[in-house]
């Protein structure tokens, strides 16, 4: 069902009238820009008009549909879920027989199928409460985390990579045997040795960019499947 909306729905991502935004008073050059080019997204209208959290839905919804790793009745652990798009998605797909934990930082409004956590990735409690819910092994971890950036490349490349290799680290420890682990990284940023241990851990190892990814991000997304456990 959320297949053939998503496939209907970027179907019909047209071209409309380009919005123009005027700086109003008060208000910065840089929030200006930002504003149309929200106003100006073909992914932002659709995401609307298909009533998904977020334009970031699209992302997983490509991920899966090249991948296939949403199955009916999958466990699935959502890391940096809010507002909840990549969330909403994979319980569309794992349906009733499947679970779904949201965790971010930030509140995160209920979702329907999707079990909401807030709290810190790196509070010890938190992983006891991921794990709580889940009762057991998982199907799926995916991370859509992102440090905040600095503006110092080197600084911001070193807190990328660091926050790839502590949701690997935790995916490592609650995935199953076949399971998937998929994370937001960037161009040039998933370290060698990262790399290196996750081809020995999965089948398959693989980077993607979607689509509805911004073309001048420079973000990429990893998609690591068949966990030999």
Not at 8 to 27: D, E, P, Q, Y
Request: net charge positive; charged share 25%.
């Amino acid at each position: 069902m959320a297949r053939k909306s998503a496939q209907s729905g970027r179907g019909g991502l047209g071209r409309s009238k380009h919005v123009r935004v005027k700086t109003a008073r008060g208000r910065k050059s840089s929030s200006t820009r930002w504003l149309q080019r929200q106003l100006n997204d073909p992914f932002v209208r659709e995401a609307q008009r298909l009533g998904y959290r977020s334009r970031a839905a699209f992302k997983i919804i490509e991920l899966h549909e090249r991948f296939g790793f949403l199955k009916r009745g999958a466990r699935v652990i959502d890391l940096g879920a809010a507002p909840g798009g990549w969330s909403q998605i994979a319980a569309q797909h794992v349906g009733g027989d499947g679970i779904v934990v949201a965790l971010d930082l930030h509140a995160m409004e209920p979702l329907a199928g999707v079990t909401v956590l807030e709290g810190d990735f790196y509070d010890d409690h938190i992983i006891d409460s991921l794990i709580d819910v889940i009762g057991g092994k998982v199907d799926v971890v995916l991370s859509d985390m992102a440090a905040p950036a600095t503006g110092h490349s080197n600084t911001d490349h070193l807190r990328i990579v660091g926050l790839v290799e502590a949701a690997y680290d935790f995916a490592r420890a609650v995935l199953a045997a076949d399971g998937t682990f998929v994370a937001k990284v960037f161009q040039g940023g998933t370290e060698q040795n990262l790399l290196a241990v996750l081809k020995g851990d999965f089948s398959k190892v693989a980077h993607a960019k979607p689509k509805s990814s911004r073309k001048e991000s420079s973000e990429l997304y990893l998609v690591a499947s068949g966990f030999r456990g």
